[in-house]
């Protein structure tokens, strides 16, 4: 039997498109399926804040990228869901690298919540724990004539 889900190139040529920031920074879906994602943010100097530590706008950049991965996953690559909250507990600072980000969806309905964990591609300890929110977007209804 064939799996109905999308390729993470495909996920990722469609985050690209939707989120040019993402693509911008270069931020890659390396797996999306069964409601979970990996994304990787390789090393961008411009994400740096002062004291060599990547940047917290960067880091939520990440996680909900990655939470929307995580989503394309699930609904076939089209989905127009929305955030509604995002919220983030730095644990310790990111040195420059590369940065992984590992998404689940704990619950999927009208309203998503998920949770993301960010870590350095170097290192299993987890800098960064994100949950985020979502609405749930129907597409448009046509006026009847």
């Known amino acids: 039997m064939d799996d109905p889900s999308p ?6 040529a469609v985050v690209h498109q939707g989120v040019p920031l993402a693509a911008a920074w270069g931020i890659e879906v390396v ?10 943010l390789p090393w961008r100097e411009e994400l740096l804040r002062p004291g060599a530590t990547v940047s917290g706008p960067a880091l939520m950049g990440l996680a909900d990228v990655a939470m929307w991965a995580a989503l394309l996953g699930i609904t076939g690559g089209k989905d127009e869901s929305l955030t509604t909250s ?7 600072r990111l040195a420059p690298g590369p940065v992984l980000a590992e998404a689940r969806i704990l619950k999927h309905g009208r309203i998503i919540v ?4 960010i870590r350095s591609e170097a290192s299993e300890e987890v800098a960064a724990h994100v949950t985020p929110s979502w609405t749930a977007v ?8």
Do not use: K
């Open 114 to 117: 998920g949770e993301v964990l």
């Open 31 to 40: 797996s999306a399926a069964d409601g979970a994602a990996l994304c990787r």
């Open 86 to 92: 995002l919220t983030i507990h730095f644990l310790r």
């Open 138 to 145: 129907s597409p448009a209804r046509r006026p009847s004539r």
């Open 7 to 12: 390729s993470p190139a495909a996920i990722q």
